[in-house]
């Protein structure tokens, strides 16, 4: 199970017990922020996109959406999503818990500057009813970021 991966990830940095799970769904932004009590824009939401060499995940604040002009300025490509089964056999994680922590190593991982107007976020640990909060910097570090990146607007 993807999220035991991530709490191994996260075990080599004395963090695995910082993962929350619930009893529901956090499955969507909207789920999320229910069981976890906070507001949907701090919901970190990994998306999943081809690329020429496999895939990239762009972490972002959950009230925006791919700018598409701005994703192609970026990436020198169109935005195209991966179907569920691609995201499961490229990234390592299904759909409704992909998270940027215990990922596949081709895959390349960027986040979004619209999670740096919030102290902390939650991205998914894997699971459909998981979640760990985190600073944007642990989050950036702890993801293996390539960079901070603008492909965002609010929703």
């Not at 496999?54 to 009230?63: M, N, S, W």
């Not at 990436?75 to 390592?92: C, Q, R, Y």
């Not at 409704?96 to 999670?115: E, N």
Request: hydrophobic fraction near 45%; charged fraction near 25%; include cysteine.
């Amino acid at each position: 199970m993807a999220i035991e991966k991530v709490r191994e990830y996260f075990r080599q940095f004395n963090m695995e017990d910082r993962i929350l799970e619930f009893d529901v769904s956090s499955a969507t932004v909207e789920l999320a922020a229910q069981a976890v009590g906070t507001e949907p824009a701090r919901i970190a939401k990994t998306m999943s996109f081809k690329s020429e060499d496999g895939c990239i995940l762009v972490v972002t604040a959950g009230d925006t959406k791919i700018d598409n002009p701005k994703f192609k300025a970026q990436f020198h490509m169109k935005a195209k999503m991966l179907s569920p089964d691609e995201v499961n056999a490229l990234v390592g994680h299904a759909i409704g818990g992909v998270c940027p922590f215990a990922v596949d190593a081709a895959v390349k991982v960027y986040t979004d500057v619209s999670m740096q107007r919030f102290e902390t976020v939650f991205p998914a640990a894997g699971s459909s009813n998981s979640a760990i909060e985190l600073t944007c910097d642990e989050l950036f570090k702890y993801s293996g970021s390539l960079g901070w990146i603008d492909v965002c607007k609010l929703i």
